[in-house]
Every structure is written in structure tokens, then in C-alpha cells.
């Protein structure tokens, strides 16, 4: 718990593809990022709701200009579509990635074939319960 409460301190905004947000939705709790700015990526839905700005602009164009303004850091919780957006154009800093025991038979990769190489340096890696924890920053 220290580890992710670290990390809240950090950040301000959080940004998810609208799958994810969709997701965490429906969970049977109460929304977890109702103190962060939320921004929700989606090619179906523009507006907002009592939680979100939902997000139809260039993701490049859109994230260049929150890191413009004054604000801590901007923590992307998922999907996979997105994330592979944000490594494409060059918009991660630093990500963490953990490795779970679990065999996934589908779902979206974050890696399908694109071009682009981001050379990324491993800090840090932990060990979380039956999770490893690999902590990389951009070189």
C-alpha cells in the first residue's frame, strides 16, 4: 500500500481508454479516482460525466498540452489500444509494468507489430505478493 500511495502523491490527472474506464465502472464500489482530474479517451462519447472529460482530440496534441499547464505528473491506467498510442508517440516517461502468474488467453497487447523503439532503463524491480514489479524510466 506505501508503494501506491507514493505514486498518488504524484499525480493529479489520471488517463484511461474508455474500455477501461467502462470497466472500472462497473465494478461494485465506488469510483477510486474521483480526487484526480479524469480523462477518458473514446471515439464513441464527448462530454463528460460526474467523473470524467471524455476525450475525442489526437492523444498526442491533448497530452502535449496538460503537460503545458502547471500540475503534477499524469498517471495512464490503461488499455492496451491507448498505452500502445502513448509509446508510439513518444509520451511515456517512465512506466511500471507488473508480471502476474497468470496466462492470458486474450485480450489487447500493447505490442502488435508497430515500428517504434523506445529505449526505456530499468530502476527498480520488486517483488509485490506473487507479483514482480519492473520499474522503467526513459533513457
Not at 474521483?34 to 498526442?60: H, L, P, Q, R, T
Request: net charge positive; hydrophobic share 40%; glycine share 8%.
Amino acid at each position: 500500500m506505501i508503494r501506491i500511495n507514493r505514486l498518488l502523491e504524484r499525480i493529479d490527472s489520471v488517463v484511461m481508454g474508455k474500455g477501461t474506464y467502462d470497466v472500472i465502472r462497473g465494478f461494485d464500489r465506488n469510483y477510486p479516482y474521483c480526487d484526480f482530474k479524469n480523462y477518458v479517451f473514446s471515439k464513441s462519447v464527448s462530454g463528460s460525466d460526474e467523473y470524467a472529460s471524455f476525450i475525442v482530440e489526437d492523444v498526442k496534441i491533448f497530452i502535449k498540452n496538460i503537460k503545458q499547464k502547471p500540475g503534477k505528473d499524469i498517471w495512464l491506467i490503461g488499455g492496451g489500444n491507448l498505452a500502445r498510442k502513448f509509446f508510439k508517440e513518444n509520451l511515456i516517461d517512465e512506466f511500471q509494468l507488473a508480471i502476474a502468474p497468470i496466462i492470458l488467453g486474450k485480450g489487447i497487447s500493447l505490442y502488435i507489430g508497430d515500428d517504434s523503439t523506445v529505449n526505456f532503463k530499468l530502476t527498480k524491480v520488486q517483488k509485490l505478493g506473487q507479483l514482480a514489479m519492473l520499474h522503467y524510466i526513459k533513457k
